[in-house]
């Protein structure tokens, strides 16, 4: 099993930046996707960047050019970067770890936190 933990959110007005952290912790050796979902109120989570172990990274068009996925070479931390921030982009934020063991997939989300973006 995987533990994420996630940081880093708040309030942030237009066009400023926040780095959105996650904190990975169990069978990090099994983990073979990284990525970031976010959810606004009554609207289903939706996957906005992925990380491969292979250090390849994707982006929802959405948010493509002002995010960034990043993560440490141990498998310990995940990063989001985010800039330009608009109002659009509230909404609660969750780290998620695709894993493979035993030759199934698992699916692992943390508990999310929430990013506020208002003037």
């Known amino acids: 099993q995987v533990q994420l933990v996630e940081s880093g959110g708040g309030l942030v007005q237009p066009g400023g930046s926040l780095r959105l952290s996650c904190v990975v912790s169990?069978?990090?050796?099994?983990?073979?996707?990284m990525g970031w979902y976010r959810q606004i109120p009554g609207k289903q989570r939706g996957l906005i960047a992925t990380?491969?172990?292979?250090?390849?990274?994707d982006y929802a068009d959405s948010v493509k050019g002002r995010f960034t996925i990043s993560g440490d070479n141990a498998g310990n931390m995940v990063y989001l970067e985010m800039n330009s921030l608009k109002l659009e982009d509230t909404a609660v934020y969750f780290c998620?770890?695709?894993?493979?063991?035993?030759?199934?997939?698992?699916?692992?989300w943390g508990q999310g936190t929430q990013v506020t973006v208002s003037s």
């Open positions: 998620y770890a695709g894993t493979t063991t035993g030759g199934k997939w698992a699916n692992y």
């Open positions: 169990g069978d990090i050796a099994s983990i073979n996707l």
């Open positions: 990380l491969t172990r292979g250090r390849s990274a």
